[in-house]
């Protein structure tokens, strides 16, 4: 893909590193706190362009230090931040636990993504028009992810959801426009109602999401790899194993490597080409600051 908008959220992340997560009502020693520009959708413009493709992003933030810096983090990388609103609103935040082994416990205020509508949308018509594919997730309200699918569908793009955070009863028309959905396990479990506890029932989960109406179904199941569902069969593709410091943004990290490589059919080597960066990602604290550029995942893997 050449040229890709990505349509979501934006938020500062207070990241607190921990040996483990303390029950309820127990207090923990953290071991550090930082504070790094996140988002799923801002992660996924700013991996996109990171791969060397042309990004666009639209978005809410508050007109605040911390929007600012989000806003000029993306331009950094070279996306195109014209699709960008300044909200009333705070800008959007999100409270990140990572535990002693790399896993992440997140909690999301939304604040200035909420102010992302139809007139924003129409307003950057125009982005739709040169996009190859349009990138969304389910951090903004989903009546425009709705819209967005249907604006892609009439105009011939394909459209692209990482279903985070996952949600209950969408409408059943909405998953025909969906031309690829990267849910993992836990995701594809509250997408579908249907247990994800083992390989036979994740298995069943896709087929379910599939028959739903989405055209391909790719599961990412960290250092297990990924599952492909497709109306030509099922296939299943390896992580890269490493030692996990943290798994934040690393799906947002494999979909933009995805999607950097993807030339509308062949997904394997793009699949592939997710897993390396995401395997990157995960060995560094933070989100857009673990995520590699192109170059460096092409020198590291350049023998594999």
């Given at each position: 893909?050449?040229?890709?908008?990505?349509?979501?959220?934006?938020?500062?992340?207070?990241?607190?590193?921990?040996?483990?997560?303390?029950?309820?009502?127990?207090?923990?020693?953290?071991?550090?706190?930082?504070?790094?520009?996140?988002?799923?959708?801002?992660?996924?413009?700013?991996?996109?362009?990171?791969?060397?493709?042309?990004?666009?992003?639209?978005?809410?933030?508050?007109?605040?230090?911390?929007?600012?810096?989000?806003?000029?983090?993306?331009?950094?990388a070279g996306v195109?931040?014209?699709?960008?609103?300044?909200?009333?609103?705070?800008?959007?935040?999100?409270?990140?636990?990572?535990?002693?082994?790399?896993?992440?416990?997140?909690?999301?205020?939304?604040?200035?993504?909420?102010?992302?509508?139809?007139?924003?949308?129409?307003?950057?018509?125009?982005?739709?028009?040169?996009?190859?594919?349009?990138?969304?997730?389910?951090?903004?309200?989903?009546?425009?992810?709705?819209?967005?699918?249907?604006?892609?569908?009439?105009?011939?793009?394909?459209?692209?959801?990482?279903?985070?955070?996952?949600?209950?009863?969408?409408?059943?028309?909405f998953f025909p426009?969906?031309?690829?959905?990267?849910?993992?396990?836990?995701?594809?479990?509250?997408?579908?109602?249907?247990?994800?506890?083992?390989?036979?029932?994740?298995?069943?989960?896709?087929?379910?999401?599939?028959?739903?109406?989405?055209?391909?179904?790719?599961?990412?199941?960290?250092?297990?790899?990924?599952?492909?569902?497709?109306?030509?069969?099922?296939?299943?593709?390896?992580?890269?194993?490493?030692?996990?410091?943290?798994?934040?943004?690393?799906?947002?990290?494999?979909?933009?490597?995805?999607?950097?490589?993807?030339?509308?059919?062949?997904?394997?080597?793009?699949?592939?080409?997710?897993?390396?960066?995401?395997?990157?990602?995960?060995?560094?604290?933070?989100?857009?600051?673990?995520?590699?550029?192109?170059?460096?995942?092409?020198?590291?893997?350049?023998?594999?």
């Open positions: 893909m050449n040229n890709v908008l990505v349509i979501g959220s934006l938020n500062m992340d207070f990241d607190v590193y921990t040996s483990r997560r303390p029950a309820a009502g127990e207090t923990v020693m953290g071991q550090s706190m930082k504070m790094v520009p996140g988002g799923k959708g801002a992660n996924q413009a700013y991996a996109l362009a990171r791969m060397k493709v042309k990004t666009s992003m639209i978005g809410a933030v508050g007109d605040d230090p911390f929007g600012r810096m989000l806003v000029q983090n993306l331009k950094t195109n931040t014209s699709g960008i609103r300044l909200s009333d609103r705070e800008t959007g935040k999100a409270f990140i636990e990572i535990d002693g082994q790399g896993q992440n416990y997140i909690t999301v205020i939304a604040g200035a993504n909420h102010d992302l509508d139809e007139s924003l949308l129409l307003d950057h018509i125009d982005l739709f028009e040169q996009a190859d594919a349009v990138v969304m997730q389910l951090e903004i309200p989903f009546p425009i992810v709705q819209q967005a699918a249907k604006l892609c569908r009439q105009k011939g793009k394909l459209f692209i959801l990482d279903p985070a955070p996952a949600m209950r009863d969408i409408p059943a028309d426009l969906v031309d690829i959905a990267k849910p993992n396990e836990t995701e594809l479990s509250v997408l579908t109602g249907m247990p994800t506890g083992s390989r036979e029932e994740i298995i069943r989960a896709a087929q379910k999401l599939h028959a739903l109406g989405v055209r391909n179904v790719m599961v990412t199941l960290g250092g297990q790899g990924t599952l492909l569902l497709q109306e030509s069969g099922m296939r299943e593709f390896p992580a890269y194993p490493v030692k996990a410091v943290d798994t934040t943004a690393a799906g947002d990290c494999f979909l933009a490597s995805f999607i950097s490589q993807f030339d509308g059919r062949d997904f394997a080597p793009a699949i592939d080409f997710g897993a390396k960066a995401a395997s990157i990602a995960v060995t560094r604290p933070g989100a857009q600051s673990s995520i590699p550029d192109y170059e460096e995942v092409r020198q590291k893997f350049s023998h594999s």
